[in-house]
């Protein structure tokens, strides 16, 4: 069955980094634009980033463009996120999913900006 994995989260210091991963299975990974949410206490889900299947095009919400790269390994059935420069609003936790599409949600992977 489709199964989503997240995982790499953690507690990081305000300007510090964090690589995420989701590890997808039970579907055609390359046949699917990719895309990272994540959500705060008492927030709605929001997107984060988007890429295509091939990796050759990305999108960034703008509160994180120039801090978080999106990428995959069509390989691997993985895709990730490497997080820089992490500010505390950054705090929430991050799930993957394909952008269009959507299957079941995985367990997501906490990430927690603080000092």
Do not use: H
Not at 63 to 69: A, D, H, M, N, P
């Amino acid at each position: 069955q489709v199964q989503l994995v997240e995982s790499g989260g953690g507690l990081v210091q305000p300007g510090g980094s964090l690589r995420l991963s989701c590890a997808a299975s039970g579907f055609t990974f390359s046949g699917y634009t990719m895309s990272w949410y994540r959500q705060a206490p008492g927030k709605e889900r929001e997107l984060v980033a988007v890429i295509s299947r091939n990796g050759g095009s990305t999108d960034y919400a703008d509160s994180v463009k120039g801090r978080f790269i999106i990428s995959r390994d069509n390989a691997k059935n993985t895709v990730y996120l490497q997080m820089s420069s992490l500010k505390p609003e950054d705090t929430a936790k991050y799930y993957c999913n394909r952008r269009a599409s959507v299957v079941s949600w995985g367990q997501g992977t906490q990430v927690t900006v603080s000092s």
